[in-house]
């Protein structure tokens, strides 16, 4: 977040240093264009800051261990899965992590299972090993 809004001020400030000349298409092109660049980052900054504010929720709240539910961290065979935010697959040193949303589909399998039972898929049935 930081860095976006580090890049929103640096567009903020060409579009203050930038003159009109007499070649006005081409100003009015790289006013267009410093226009869109701060509308994306405004969207990803937007983006971020929801993430934020969910993950904020999740973390106020008490999560139980024993059931699977949002905010959990569940190991689902070899994979590890977090319900919280939808962003996508998350790699550390050592392992994988997918982090779907509450509303995914995949959760909706998941919500309330505990350690031991499975989940049925087309091909083959997943264990819940862990929930955290």
């Known amino acids: 977040m930081a860095q976006l809004e580090r890049d929103l001020r640096g567009i903020s400030e060409s579009k203050e240093g930038d003159s009109k000349s007499s070649a006005g298409d ?64 998350l790699s550390t040193p050592t392992s994988k992590v997918m982090c779907i949303s509450a509303d995914a589909p995949l959760f909706t399998l998941l919500k309330g299972k505990r350690v031991g039972e499975t989940v049925p898929q087309p091909q083959n049935s997943l264990r819940v090993e862990q929930v955290l």
């Open 26 to 89: 081409k100003f009015e092109t790289s006013r267009e264009m410093l226009a869109q660049e701060e509308r994306q980052l405004m969207q990803q900054l937007t983006e971020l800051r929801n993430k934020e504010i969910m993950l904020l929720r999740l973390k106020q709240s008490n999560v139980s261990s024993e059931t699977i539910q949002a905010g959990s961290l569940v190991k689902l065979g070899e994979n590890w899965i977090f319900i919280g935010i939808p962003e996508g697959a």
